[in-house]
């Protein structure tokens, strides 16, 4: 007896990879910021 007459739960996985976007696209450009900086301290 299987159970495939239920409804499926909806597909998220578009809205976790936005989700990854909208926090991991500042990150990154907040690190990419930081590392120049830090270049600039160190090296002079």
């Known amino acids: 007896m299987s159970h495939d007459s239920s409804p499926s739960p909806p597909d998220r996985r578009p809205l ?6 909208w ?6 450009y907040g690190l990419y910021e930081l590392v120049l900086k830090a270049k600039q301290l160190f090296t002079g």
């Open 23 to 28: 926090v991991g696209a500042p990150l990154a």
């Open 16 to 21: 976790i990879a936005f989700a990854w976007l």
